[in-house]
Protein backbone atom coordinates (compact mmCIF):
# COMPACT_ATOMS: atom_id res chain seq x y z
CA UNK A 1 0.00 0.00 0.00
CA UNK A 2 1.07 3.91 -0.52
CA UNK A 3 2.68 5.94 2.22
CA UNK A 4 2.13 9.09 1.93
CA UNK A 5 4.23 11.95 3.66
CA UNK A 6 3.35 15.71 3.68
CA UNK A 7 5.81 18.35 4.02
CA UNK A 8 6.79 22.12 3.52
CA UNK A 9 4.17 23.40 6.28
CA UNK A 10 5.26 26.41 8.13
CA UNK A 11 4.38 29.49 9.59
CA UNK A 12 3.78 32.55 6.47
CA UNK A 13 2.97 35.93 6.69
CA UNK A 14 -0.98 36.81 5.11
CA UNK A 15 -0.64 37.24 1.22
CA UNK A 16 3.04 34.77 1.76
CA UNK A 17 3.63 31.39 -0.27
CA UNK A 18 4.10 27.83 1.26
CA UNK A 19 4.65 25.32 -1.27
CA UNK A 20 3.24 21.15 0.31
CA UNK A 21 5.08 18.30 -0.86
CA UNK A 22 3.55 14.69 -0.60
CA UNK A 23 5.44 12.30 -1.29
CA UNK A 24 4.31 8.70 -2.01
CA UNK A 25 6.33 5.47 -1.58
CA UNK A 26 4.97 2.70 -3.67
CA UNK A 27 5.25 1.60 -7.37
CA UNK A 28 1.57 2.30 -8.18
CA UNK A 29 1.51 6.40 -7.37
CA UNK A 30 0.60 6.79 -11.17
CA UNK A 31 -2.56 4.68 -10.66
CA UNK A 32 -4.04 6.93 -7.81
CA UNK A 33 -6.12 10.05 -7.87
CA UNK A 34 -4.93 12.45 -5.22
CA UNK A 35 -6.82 15.12 -3.21
CA UNK A 36 -5.20 17.48 -0.78
CA UNK A 37 -7.65 18.62 2.16
CA UNK A 38 -7.26 20.21 5.31
CA UNK A 39 -8.68 20.58 9.04
CA UNK A 40 -8.47 23.12 11.85
CA UNK A 41 -9.32 22.33 15.18
CA UNK A 42 -12.80 21.71 16.08
CA UNK A 43 -13.99 22.03 12.42
CA UNK A 44 -14.82 19.26 9.34
CA UNK A 45 -12.42 17.96 6.96
CA UNK A 46 -12.15 20.44 4.06
CA UNK A 47 -11.67 19.42 0.43
CA UNK A 48 -8.85 21.71 -1.06
CA UNK A 49 -8.38 20.32 -4.59
CA UNK A 50 -7.04 17.68 -6.44
CA UNK A 51 -5.91 15.80 -9.44
CA UNK A 52 -6.12 12.69 -11.46
CA UNK A 53 -3.66 9.81 -12.54
CA UNK A 54 -1.71 11.98 -14.77
CA UNK A 55 -2.37 15.20 -12.96
CA UNK A 56 -3.95 16.63 -16.35
CA UNK A 57 -7.05 17.55 -14.58
CA UNK A 58 -7.20 19.42 -11.33
CA UNK A 59 -10.03 21.37 -9.35
CA UNK A 60 -10.12 23.09 -6.12
CA UNK A 61 -12.43 24.37 -4.23
CA UNK A 62 -13.98 27.89 -4.27
CA UNK A 63 -12.36 28.92 -1.36
CA UNK A 64 -9.20 28.31 -2.85
CA UNK A 65 -9.54 28.59 -6.83
CA UNK A 66 -6.97 31.46 -8.39
CA UNK A 67 -5.04 30.65 -5.43
CA UNK A 68 -3.63 26.96 -5.18
CA UNK A 69 -2.14 25.19 -7.83
CA UNK A 70 -2.18 21.36 -7.81
CA UNK A 71 0.84 19.73 -9.32
CA UNK A 72 2.38 15.71 -9.36
CA UNK A 73 5.03 14.43 -10.76
CA UNK A 74 4.81 10.41 -10.85
CA UNK A 75 8.13 10.31 -11.90
CA UNK A 76 9.04 11.42 -8.29
CA UNK A 77 5.95 10.01 -7.04
CA UNK A 78 4.84 13.55 -5.79
CA UNK A 79 2.10 15.67 -5.73
CA UNK A 80 2.72 19.46 -4.74
CA UNK A 81 0.09 21.89 -3.26
CA UNK A 82 1.52 25.33 -4.48
CA UNK A 83 -0.25 28.00 -2.07
CA UNK A 84 -0.14 31.84 -3.13
CA UNK A 85 -1.64 34.75 -1.13
CA UNK A 86 -2.34 33.14 1.66
CA UNK A 87 -5.18 34.03 4.40
CA UNK A 88 -5.16 33.80 8.15
CA UNK A 89 -8.37 31.38 7.04
CA UNK A 90 -6.16 28.89 5.28
CA UNK A 91 -4.71 27.87 9.09
CA UNK A 92 -4.82 24.47 9.09
CA UNK A 93 -3.48 20.78 8.88
CA UNK A 94 -3.38 19.83 5.09
CA UNK A 95 -3.56 16.38 4.14
CA UNK A 96 -2.96 14.49 1.23
CA UNK A 97 -5.15 11.49 0.35
CA UNK A 98 -4.80 9.07 -2.62
CA UNK A 99 -7.68 6.58 -3.97
CA UNK A 100 -8.20 4.35 -6.85
CA UNK A 101 -11.35 5.20 -7.83
CA UNK A 102 -12.04 8.43 -8.98
CA UNK A 103 -11.04 12.24 -8.38
CA UNK A 104 -13.29 13.31 -6.14
CA UNK A 105 -14.02 15.90 -3.80
CA UNK A 106 -15.13 13.98 -0.95
CA UNK A 107 -12.93 12.83 1.76
CA UNK A 108 -14.76 9.34 1.98
CA UNK A 109 -13.29 8.22 -1.58
CA UNK A 110 -9.48 8.88 -0.35
CA UNK A 111 -8.45 5.57 1.78
CA UNK A 112 -4.76 6.56 2.34
CA UNK A 113 -3.63 9.59 3.88
CA UNK A 114 -0.87 11.10 4.75
CA UNK A 115 0.11 12.30 8.57
CA UNK A 116 -0.60 16.26 7.30
CA UNK A 117 1.51 18.89 7.78
CA UNK A 118 0.66 22.70 9.46
CA UNK A 119 0.16 25.94 7.57
CA UNK A 120 -0.04 28.88 10.16
CA UNK A 121 -0.79 31.73 8.24
CA UNK A 122 -0.27 35.05 11.17
CA UNK A 123 2.02 38.01 10.98
Known amino acids: QEQLVESGGGLVQPGGSLRLSCAAS????????MGWFRQAPGKEREFVGG????????YYADSVKGRFTISRDNAKNTIYLQMNSLKSEDTAVYYC????????????????WGQGTQVTVSS
Open 51 to 58: CNRSGGDT
Open 26 to 33: GRTFSSYN
Open 97 to 112: AANRLWPMRSSAVYNI
